[in-house]
């Protein structure tokens, strides 16, 4: 995992989310998704080429499944992008990497 | 310039990769386009990449996970020297050879690498109920994806569409999570094989809804209830549930290759028994898309070495080789 990538639980998500500058995409993943598994290193791509305008972050549903169930996460990988941490726009899915740059707006 | 290559697969799943497996070892240097991710059954790895427990595919007596055998088998690709690329083919010429396959803008002008023989094992795609609601509503409780998914209906009533061994397979999966999961079957018996049949018989938290058809998915935010009608008696009904998975059944990724080669009227495409010979000299498929009989991991990976044998001869009987 890209060292720009901040790992979010519990206990840190509302913190980080509300606090960042720029937006901030959540990840939702898990060990046992697969598509998740494929989107790992495409996130890693954007989050060193993205450095400073947006924030990549990810959260573990199993380690938090409160968070997620908080943001009716019904489906993984699902990637929530957070602006002043308002929710701007949601991504259900695995999808390639032009795809996902077209839906983040980058 | 694009690059030519002796040898180019389109697809990733047991049939791509075991034609990538063999004709590196032929020397042949093969590029695979892997596809790119997706949450369905169209992606990188194929279809076993969202499936768990694979029990039948020979040499693991103890089963093995779907993603763990695809990712051994890309290794073992690349091991040899397959190079893999994650992408997908927007767009083929077969018109003349070298073939031409292009990758992104399919309106380029220059192809992105040109084949001196291609290898097709696009697979077969997890076909969807096509109702108004059901776009709308994946990730709020329609699913594409069982494995994915499952941890989020625990203790709730769900719903599984469909009757073959998939369906069965994923209803079994869900019960592992959900308080009930219903199978909802057009028909009044089941295509699955028989210990999947039993299997899902036997297990108290399945139950079946017989010749029934899902005419909507209802819920705003998510998904609330499903209607369904009785084909036999033609009444509507509605079942309360939180969560509703599609296991209908597949059509082949041929429209790459509309009109270019030959297809059955459901789309699979058309090879020379016993070869993997398609309608286009140096053209060969292997894999779901040109098997809408078996369709199991081990014959496509058997469909993949044929195409790879194929391949590699027929490149030296065009000579250079």
């Known amino acids: ?106 | 310039m694009p690059e030519t290559h002796d040898v180019v697969i389109i697809g990733s799943g047991p049939a791509g990769l075991t034609a990538a497996i063999y004709t590196a070892r032929a020397a042949l240097s093969p590029l695979v386009l892997e596809g790119e991710p997706s949450s369905t059954s169209d992606q990188p790895g194929g279809q076993l990449m969202l499936t768990t427990e694979v029990e039948n595919f020979p040499g693991f007596p103890e089963g093995v996970m779907g993603p763990a055998l695809m990712s051994d088998f890309r290794t073992q690709a690349v091991r040899f020297g397959a190079r893999l690329e994650t992408v997908k083919a927007s767009r083929v010429d077969l018109s003349e050879r070298p073939f031409r396959v292009w990758v992104g803008d399919p309106e380029a002008a220059e192809p992105t690498y040109l084949a001196q023989s291609l290898i097709v094992a696009t697979g077969a795609k997890a076909l969807m109920l096509d109702l108004p609601n059901e776009q709308r509503l994946i990730g709020h409780g329609v699913s594409t994806c069982a494995t994915c998914d499952g941890f989020f209906f625990r203790e709730q009533d769900i719903a599984v569409v469909g009757g073959g061994d998939s369906a069965l397979e994923e209803a079994n999966f869900l019960t592992r999570f959900a308080r009930s999961v219903t199978i909802i079957h057009r028909r009044d018996e089941l295509r699955a094989s028989k210990i999947m049949q039993d299997r899902a018989f036997a297990n108290p938290k399945i139950n079946f809804l017989w010749n029934s058809q899902v005419l909507d998915i209802v819920g705003d935010e998510k998904v609330e209830k499903v209607v369904v009608l009785n084909t036999k008696t033609d009444e509507k009904s509605e079942i309360a549930l939180s969560g509703v998975f599609v296991a209908i059944g597949h059509r082949p990724n041929t429209d790459l290759f509309e009109g270019q080669l030959d297809m059955k009227d459901n789309g699979y495409l058309v090879t020379q028994a016993p070869s993997s010979r398609t309608s286009v000299e140096g053209v060969f498929a292997c894999g779901d898309v040109q098997d809408d009989v078996y369709r199991q991991a081990i014959t496509s990976a058997g469909s993949g070495c044929t195409a790879a044998l194929d391949a590699e001869r027929w490149l030296e009987a065009q000579g250079g080789h």
Do not use: H, Y
Not at chain 1, 33 to 59: D, F
């Open chain 1, 1 to 106: 995992m890209s060292e720009k990538i901040t790992n979010l639980t519990e206990a840190t998500f509302d913190e980080v989310v509300n606090s960042s500058a720029e937006p901030v995409i959540v990840d939702f993943w898990a060990e046992w998704c697969g598509p998740c598994k494929m989107v790992a290193p495409i996130l890693n791509e954007i989050a060193e080429e993205q450095e400073g305008k947006i924030k990549v972050t990810k959260l573990n549903v199993d380690e938090s499944p409160a968070v997620a169930q908080r943001f009716g996460v019904m489906s993984i990988p699902t990637m929530i992008v957070f602006r002043d941490g308002e929710i701007d726009r949601r991504i259900v899915g695995a999808k390639g990497k032009a795809q996902l740059m077209a839906e983040l707006g980058l």
